[in-house]
């Protein structure tokens, strides 16, 4: 088993005054505005004179916007806003080589509120101070600049050094996410076990050995609120204080399902980690490409039919995230990830390899028509997709 220092971010949420929740909010403001500002100059100097402003250019401007404005831009750490611009850099560093591979794509866009929640000072220390309060008995508190100590829900420990720091606005919370180097690899004991996943609609993952992970119930319902608050926001004149209301709680729920989703992703992911060296499951991609083509998805159940749409791109959503979430825990424990092509595995008989379609009885019940083998069709399917995995895994040592 060896042992790697991975890069890994922690999330917290912030406990901020009422004054500071205010200077978080102007904060993020200005950020905003300064991107769109050089955005502005980007594009004018690019169109008029076919003049490429460069972040070198924009970054030398920043003194005197912060000398002309010391009670708005001036407040702010000099750092972020070069972090701001950097961003900005980005964005058209992508554009150009979309351009340059022979696609026309569009210019990088000026970003209108609620589309710029980020802002993220790239040194600790610079401007802002993880753990600014250490001799405070009980809370954890972050310094940033213009802003103050701000109070820290710390849920879990930071097992080492804080690189960067970014503050996040998510509908009315604010959180913040540090990111870590070299974050010491907890590797776990040899289990000596293997198994097979198999991803759907009624719970997120079913494993060979009959086990049901996350049951996206709470997900569905949440997708059902939210569909319901998109149709409402679908209704308001933009711009009216409705149509802003209701964006607010489009924005609030897309927050909530997403926390849930990864709340979810995490769990399964642990326990599945914990217990196996050894994960096998479908290669999403392929997952996905025939399932659009034939329809074979599972049906989901009578809560997850309603406002089924978004409810199965929420849902497809969760398989996404959870591998990611299942393919960083697995590399910092040293466990082994294999992905296989799902395909037959849902028709083929866990038992005996005999494969037809007339084997899947029903959505949930598998029945073998040649050796009369009887089997939730989720746990068979999980079983296959296991073998898959150690036929691959065998092969490739063999080779
Ligand atoms: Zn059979």
């Known amino acids: 088993m060896w042992e790697v220092g ?9 406990r901020p005054t009422a004054k500071q929740a205010a200077a978080l909010a102007a904060c993020l403001h200005d950020h905003r505005e300064l991107y769109n500002a050089a955005l502005e100059h980007r594009r004018t100097a690019y169109r008029r004179a076919g003049v490429t402003v460069r972040y070198g250019d924009q970054s030398g401007e920043l003194k ?5 404005d010391p009670d708005g831009q001036g407040r702010w750490s000099f750092s972020s ?16 080589t979309r351009v340059k591979a022979g696609r026309t794509p569009g210019f990088p866009r000026f970003k209108g509120r609620g589309w710029f929640d980020t802002v993220e000072w790239p040194r600790d220390g610079d401007g802002c101070r993880w753990d600014s309060q250490p001799e405070h008995p009980a809370a954890t508190y972050v310094r940033l600049q213009g802003i103050g100590h701000v109070r820290v829900h710390q849920h879990r420990r930071v097992p080492s050094t804080v690189k960067t720091i970014s503050v996040k606005r998510e509908g009315a919370r604010w959180y913040v996410i540090l990111s870590c180097d070299d974050v010491p690899a907890e590797t776990l004991p040899a289990t000596g076990a293997a198994v097979g996943l198999d991803m759907g609609v009624a719970s997120l993952v079913t494993t060979s050995d009959g086990e049901r992970l996350d049951n996206p119930r709470r997900l569905a319902a949440s997708a059902g609120r939210l569909a319901t608050a998109q149709q409402a926001l679908a209704r308001t004149k933009r711009g009216s204080k409705r149509g802003g209301k209701a964006a607010a709680r489009v924005a609030a729920l897309h927050a909530r399902v997403r926390r849930q989703r990864l709340d979810g992703a995490h769990k399964a992911a642990f326990a599945l980690v914990r217990d196996y060296d050894v994960i096998v499951h479908e290669d999403l991609r392929i997952v996905n490409m025939t399932r659009s083509a034939s329809g074979t998805i599972a049906q989901p159940g009578r809560n997850v039919a309603q406002k089924s749409g978004l ?7 969760g398989w996404g995230v959870f591998l990611r979430v299942l393919a960083h825990k697995a590399e910092s424990a040293g466990r082994e990830l294999i992905a296989v092509n799902p395909a037959g595995t849902s028709r083929t008989c866990s038992r005996c390899g005999h494969c037809a379609k007339e084997n899947r009885v029903t959505q949930a019940e598998f029945r073998c028509q040649a050796c009369g083998h009887e089997a939730h069709a989720d746990v068979n399917a999980a079983k296959n997709i296991l073998r898959a995995g150690l036929a691959l895994r065998d092969a490739a040592e063999a080779a």
């Open 6 to 14: 991975v890069r890994r971010s922690f999330t917290f949420l912030l």
């Open 64 to 68: 005197h916007i912060r000398a002309d």
């Open 81 to 96: 806003q070069q972090a701001t611009l950097r961003r900005l850099d980005k964005a058209f560093a992508a554009f150009f």
């Open 311 to 317: 409810n199965r791109s929420i849902l497809d959503a």
